[in-house]
């Protein structure tokens, strides 16, 4: 190999490349695109981190808006449940759905606590959880990515799922499908953060 060759190997993008998601999705191959979504789960969760970097926290914070969920789609929902890129995704989709659905996972995620107390407790939404305490958590639970311990990260947002599946149960304004899907996300992510705390989330 070549010291060329070496340097960029070496010399990966870094997330703070704005650039950096349009080059891993633009005609490349699934394999490719497979690894390189590996790389990019990889920089994100375990990247060298400096105190006080708020520049890369916000961005990691609005990373589903500024890039796009498609993008995120493209290079990680693939990835099975059980890996850093599997995982990465699941916790985008959930916290953009909040987002998108502030009203909704409000009443949802109220109603689920009143049976599921002790998850609620353990997603730490202030109270009344109404719209704005969601958006708390969210972001929250993205600058964890980041600065937190990611099995926290990872625990908290379980918690948080599972609430909301028992909501939509009892309420009934969700499909079964749909309940179901919620269910299974809080059990994948809660599997994620057994896996990271025994460090074989990769």
Known sequence: MSDSERSRRHHRPMLRDEA?????????????MREAGEVAATMLVRGVRRKGDDALID?????????????????WS???ADTLAGTLWRLYLLTTWVRENPQRVAEEFTC?????????????????????????????????????DFVDVL???SAFAHVVAT???????????????MLTLAEQLEAASRLES???LV
């Open 20 to 32: 950096y998601f349009d080059q891993i999705t633009q005609g490349l191959d699934p394999a490719v």
């Open 59 to 75: 961005r990691v914070v609005a990373l589903a808006e500024t890039e796009g969920l498609e993008t995120l789609a493209e290079i």
């Open 78 to 80: 693939g990835a099975p």
């Open 112 to 148: 689920g606590r009143e049976v599921a107390q002790a998850a609620g407790v353990i997603a730490g939404i202030a109270d009344p959880p109404g719209p704005e305490q969601l958006q708390v958590m969210v972001d929250e639970v993205l600058r964890g990515v980041v600065e937190g």
């Open 155 to 157: 625990h908290r947002a």
């Open 167 to 181: 909501g939509r149960g009892r309420l009934g304004h969700a499909s079964h499908d749909e309940t179901v899907r």
């Open 198 to 200: 025994r460090g074989s």
